[in-house]
């Protein structure tokens, strides 16, 4: 719906800052790393040093021997069961009689100081017999099963039409390799003990309500005896959503008495959190000779690791966005995920999108090239657009822009050549640059992505607000689970919370399970799920307020016009504070999108999603082609986004998404070699920094929906999805590259490109 009242000061569609801001730019804010109490100690881990191995003794007594050690617990020592999982409970708490990949908890220690619970977690003697380790995802399914019932975590087939006899036809096989969220707070939480035997925890987290499920099982304790608070979050981009630190700070808690403190440090984060799938792509596009698409076959094979975590719905958004943002008469679709000792992969933003974007974008610009098209035409020709039918049967019923998205970014000003300045050039001050050697490419990709949770999953969210009297005027609390992990969520409920009940007063609580479930903040859903929850409490408010003011002035409640002073038609009038006086007002709302149903297992073929959401990327980029060097120049991005409920922080959120993707692109990797990760740092495992981040245009359309709360649409993953696809673009049309099906794997490393280079010999421009 519209708004059809005046905007209100820092609410909806206003730029509000954040509260949080000034704390954060300060340093003052409170961190899970900062949390404190007088009386914790200090909880380590024990990790397999093996991907793949019977444990056959755990040995404690030289740690226990030292003085300041409180305990050591293994998988005997967990009173519930030993297992957790998103969506399988298939990952043990501490190993039992297996591990499944190097960095597995085996054990835990408390301590009186970190250092000491380090150092004693490195005398716990295992003893181990290593077996095979299966590390690479093609032999998975033929290998020795990892868990019960095989090593096939899922397997999404899609199919709908028949292909046609193609004038032209392209094939191609990519692979995107294994990214980390590179999240800048590690993991860490607080666990304090009561003495009802229950545990209060206060941790950085992006689903508390899951958590203290999990939990309660692990601990063999009443859900509500398991109490969780969202500490400050340094980041998520899904790492998150696993438990890591929890249950482990919680056993010991439990087992002393006393409040127990766990925080990794940045190599054992490697290990403590998800990863994204790394992804092997085999594609075949089929087109007439004037560039419409007749089917689109593809082979997708996601490596889940160890453990299941989010790898079943993973395989499904991959699954379902193989094609893209296009029409498709055919399609044939096999997207698989499987178990394998290597690190285990989850949530990261984009989902599965973000790989099969580069795998079907890398073909868009094959098959243009092999029908002599402009790619940007090609796209165009066959985008979606609001009533095309996706590559699962259903029906786009919301706005769908892809054409104008991609008119956008395509229609914006080339930047300027780099020059002689140094610091635009690929080699930087190194001075290995001149900038008569370079040579510029410029690509294209469009996005699709599905908004909130899907196939059926009941997805809601829950807000309470009170208003009540304040010196300062009316005021008002909210409080829902909903995670905070830095993408403006406190700040969107204080502006629905302003918008609907027009007053400036507003207080965000603390995140909690005192209240009801909010679902994770992932899938771009808080601000549609979330923030409808608590409108509707508002209104709800607002209600009770009406029929207040109905009993004082005689008249009925829908006949009373709501604001700072609520009027009748007869003229009369009572203040907001007036109403306030006979009490507070307190709500509970629960919202919900309208309902999915689960893929056809057969066909893939469903109702399964709420919403699309596309974006656009062009990407400009120079090349060094003897070094391999690239130095992205400018990046478009166009996107709709429905309602920008705080526009410069969906300006932030595209920043945020265009550096991720970026990183993707050109440099992030972990790099595992059988089984061990081997640049678990920042040293070594590279990301963006500010002077890797090019300009860049924004275009923002709003294009509202007609069933979410203001017609928004979530907005955090799309500026991701499509950015390393026109960046592995851009560098492929500035080496030549793209009819050759040369530089087929992201991240682009310079090496890859100078080997790229040298096989299609490619003459720098003059």
Request: glycine letters at 10%.
């Given at each position: 719906?519209?708004?059809?009242?005046?905007?209100t000061a820092d609410g909806v569609g206003t730029?509000?800052?954040?509260?949080?801001?000034?704390?954060?730019?300060?340093?003052?804010?409170?961190?899970?790393?900062?949390?404190?109490?007088?009386?914790?100690?200090?909880?380590?881990?024990?990790?397999?040093?093996?991907?793949?191995?019977?444990?056959?003794?755990?040995?404690?007594?030289?740690?226990?021997?030292?003085?300041?050690?409180?305990?050591?617990?293994?998988?005997?020592?967990?009173?519930?069961?030993?297992?957790?999982?998103?969506?399988?409970?298939?990952?043990?708490?501490?190993?039992?009689?297996?591990?499944?990949?190097?960095?597995?908890?085996?054990?835990?220690?408390?301590?009186?100081?970190?250092?000491?619970?380090?150092?004693?977690?490195?005398?716990?003697?295992?003893?181990?017999?290593?077996?095979?380790?299966?590390?690479?995802?093609?032999?998975?399914?033929?290998?020795?099963?990892?868990?019960?019932?095989?090593?096939?975590?899922?397997?999404?087939?899609?199919?709908?039409?028949?292909?046609?006899?193609?004038?032209?036809?392209?094939?191609?096989?990519?692979?995107?390799?294994?990214?980390?969220?590179?999240?800048?707070?590690?993991?860490?939480?607080?666990?304090?003990?009561?003495?009802?035997?229950?545990?209060?925890?206060?941790?950085?987290?992006?689903?508390?309500?899951?958590?203290?499920?999990?939990?309660?099982?692990?601990?063999?304790?009443?859900?509500?005896?398991?109490?969780?608070?969202?500490?400050?979050?340094?980041?998520?981009?899904?790492?998150?959503?696993?438990?890591?630190?929890?249950?482990?700070?919680?056993?010991?808690?439990?087992?002393?008495?006393?409040?127990?403190?766990?925080?990794?440090?940045?190599?054992?984060?490697?290990?403590?959190?998800?990863?994204?799938?790394?992804?092997?792509?085999?594609?075949?596009?089929?087109?007439?000779?004037?560039?419409?698409?007749?089917?689109?076959?593809?082979?997708?094979?996601?490596?889940?690791?160890?453990?299941?975590?989010?790898?079943?719905?993973?395989?499904?958004?991959?699954?379902?966005?193989?094609?893209?943002?296009?029409?498709?008469?055919?399609?044939?679709?096999?997207?698989?995920?499987?178990?394998?000792?290597?690190?285990?992969?989850?949530?990261?933003?984009?989902?599965?999108?973000?790989?099969?974007?580069?795998?079907?974008?890398?073909?868009?610009?094959?098959?243009?090239?092999?029908?002599?098209?402009?790619?940007?035409?090609?796209?165009?020709?066959?985008?979606?657009?609001?009533?095309?039918?996706?590559?699962?049967?259903?029906?786009?019923?919301?706005?769908?822009?892809?054409?104008?998205?991609?008119?956008?970014?395509?229609?914006?000003?080339?930047?300027?050549?780099?020059?002689?300045?140094?610091?635009?050039?690929?080699?930087?001050?190194?001075?290995?640059?001149?900038?008569?050697?370079l040579v510029r490419g410029v690509g294209y990709?469009?996005?699709?992505?599905?908004?909130?949770?899907?196939?059926?999953?009941?997805?809601?969210?829950?807000?309470?607000?009170?208003?009540?009297?304040?010196?300062?005027?009316?005021?008002?609390?909210?409080?829902?689970?909903?995670?905070?992990?830095?993408?403006?969520?406190?700040?969107?409920?204080?502006?629905?919370?302003?918008?609907?009940?027009?007053?400036?007063?507003?207080?965000?609580?603390?995140?909690?399970?005192?209240?009801?479930?909010?679902?994770?903040?992932?899938?771009?859903?808080?601000?549609?799920?979330?923030?409808?929850?608590?409108?509707?409490?508002?209104?709800?408010?607002?209600?009770?307020?009406?029929?207040?003011?109905?009993?004082?002035?005689?008249?009925?409640?829908?006949?009373?016009?709501?604001?700072?002073?609520?009027?009748?038609?007869?003229?009369?009038?009572?203040?907001?504070?007036?109403?306030?006086?006979?009490?507070?007002?307190?709500?509970?709302?629960?919202?919900?999108?309208?309902?999915?149903?689960?893929?056809?297992?057969?066909?893939?073929?469903?109702?399964?999603?709420?919403?699309?959401?596309?974006?656009?990327?062009?990407?400009?980029?120079?090349?060094?082609?003897?070094?391999?060097?690239?130095?992205?120049?400018?990046?478009?991005?166009?996107?709709?986004?429905?309602?920008?409920?705080?526009?410069?922080?969906?300006?932030?959120?595209?920043?945020?998404?265009?550096?991720?993707?970026?990183?993707?692109?050109?440099?992030?990797?972990?790099?595992?070699r059988d089984g061990r990760i081997l640049n678990?740092?920042?040293?070594?495992?590279?990301?963006?920094?500010?002077?890797?981040?090019?300009?860049?245009?924004?275009?923002?359309?709003?294009?509202?929906?007609?069933?979410?709360?203001?017609?928004?649409?979530?907005?955090?993953?799309?500026?991701?999805?499509?950015?390393?696809?026109?960046?592995?673009?851009?560098?492929?049309?500035?080496?030549?590259?793209?009819?050759?099906?040369?530089?087929?794997?992201?991240?682009?490393?310079?090496?890859?490109?100078?080997?790229?280079?040298?096989?299609?010999?490619?003459?720098?421009?003059?």
């Amino acid at each position: 719906m519209t708004m059809t009242r005046p905007i209100t000061a820092d609410g909806v569609g206003t730029s509000a800052r954040r509260p949080d801001a000034v704390a954060k730019v300060r340093g003052d804010f409170a961190y899970s790393s900062d949390l404190w109490h007088d009386e914790m100690v200090w909880g380590a881990t024990v990790r397999s040093p093996h991907p793949h191995a019977r444990i056959l003794s755990v040995d404690a007594s030289a740690a226990l021997a030292l003085d300041g050690v409180h305990a050591v617990l293994t998988a005997a020592d967990v009173p519930g069961v030993n297992r957790y999982g998103l969506e399988r409970r298939d990952q043990p708490v501490l190993a039992e009689d297996l591990v499944r990949y190097v960095g597995e908890a085996v054990a835990i220690v408390a301590a009186d100081t970190p250092a000491l619970a380090r150092r004693a977690a490195g005398l716990v003697h295992v003893g181990y017999e290593e077996l095979p380790a299966v590390t690479d995802a093609e032999r998975a399914l033929e290998s020795p099963a990892l868990h019960e019932g095989g090593n096939l975590v899922r397997h999404l087939r899609i199919r709908r039409g028949t292909p046609r006899q193609a004038d032209v036809v392209v094939t191609g096989e990519y692979e995107v390799g294994m990214q980390d969220q590179a999240f800048l707070g590690p993991e860490s939480c607080l666990a304090v003990p009561d003495e009802t035997d229950g545990v209060d925890l206060y941790c950085s987290t992006q689903w508390l309500h899951v958590d203290q499920d999990q939990l309660a099982d692990c601990l063999a304790r009443p859900k509500d005896s398991v109490r969780l608070t969202l500490s400050g979050v340094g980041g998520a981009f899904g790492g998150r959503e696993d438990l890591s630190v929890q249950a482990h700070a919680c056993l010991l808690a439990l087992r002393l008495g006393r409040p127990v403190k766990m925080s990794y440090g940045r190599e054992e984060s490697f290990s403590g959190h998800v990863h994204r799938h790394p992804a092997r792509m085999r594609y075949e596009h089929g087109a007439t000779r004037d560039g419409r698409l007749l089917y689109v076959k593809a082979d997708i094979l996601l490596d889940g690791g160890a453990y299941a975590s989010t790898s079943p719905a993973v395989t499904g958004n991959a699954g379902c966005f193989a094609t893209g943002p296009y029409e498709v008469p055919a399609v044939e679709v096999d997207c698989r995920a499987v178990y394998t000792n290597n690190p285990p992969a989850g949530a990261m933003r984009g989902f599965g999108a973000v790989q099969v974007c580069f795998g079907h974008e890398s073909q868009m610009d094959k098959l243009a090239a092999a029908l002599g098209l402009d790619p940007v035409e090609l796209r165009r020709r066959n985008a979606v657009r609001t009533g095309s039918v996706m590559a699962t049967g259903q029906r786009v019923d919301g706005p769908a822009p892809v054409a104008e998205l991609l008119r956008l970014v395509a229609g914006k000003p080339m930047p300027p050549p780099a020059g002689d300045d140094l610091r635009l050039l690929p080699g930087g001050t190194s001075n290995s640059t001149r900038a008569a050697e370079l040579v510029r490419g410029v690509g294209y990709a469009l996005s699709v992505k599905n908004i909130c949770k899907s196939a059926g999953y009941d997805d809601f969210g829950t807000a309470r607000v009170r208003m009540y009297a304040h010196e300062g005027g009316p005021a008002a609390e909210v409080h829902t689970a909903a995670a905070e992990v830095g993408q403006g969520l406190v700040t969107v409920q204080a502006q629905i919370a302003r918008t609907e009940l027009e007053i400036a007063l507003v207080t965000i609580l603390p995140a909690d399970t005192a209240v009801g479930d909010a679902g994770t903040s992932s899938a771009s859903r808080q601000t549609w799920i979330s923030g409808g929850a608590v409108r509707a409490a508002c209104l709800a408010v607002r209600a009770t307020l009406l029929e207040r003011a109905a009993g004082l002035l005689g008249e009925p409640a829908a006949d009373l016009v709501y604001g700072s002073t609520v009027s009748s038609p007869s003229g009369r009038t009572v203040e907001l504070a007036e109403l306030l006086a006979m009490g507070d007002v307190d709500e509970t709302a629960v919202f919900r999108h309208r309902r999915t149903e689960p893929l056809d297992p057969e066909t893939g073929q469903g109702e399964a999603h709420v919403a699309y959401a596309f974006a656009a990327h062009r990407a400009v980029v120079d090349v060094d082609p003897e070094l391999g060097s690239v130095r992205v120049v400018e990046i478009a991005c166009a996107q709709d986004v429905g309602k920008a409920i705080n526009p410069v922080a969906v300006e932030g959120q595209m920043h945020g998404g265009i550096a991720q993707g970026l990183g993707l692109a050109v440099m992030e990797e972990i790099q595992v070699r059988d089984g061990r990760i081997l640049n678990p740092s920042f040293t070594d495992y590279l990301i963006p920094t500010t002077m890797d981040m090019p300009p860049t245009v924004l275009d923002i359309l709003e294009l509202p929906r007609p069933d979410s709360p203001y017609g928004l649409t979530g907005v955090g993953e799309p500026p991701l999805l499509s950015a390393p696809a026109a960046i592995a673009a851009a560098i492929r049309a500035a080496v030549g590259g793209t009819a050759a099906g040369a530089l087929d794997r992201i991240p682009m490393t310079p090496e890859a490109v100078a080997t790229a280079v040298l096989a299609l010999a490619v003459e720098p421009m003059a």
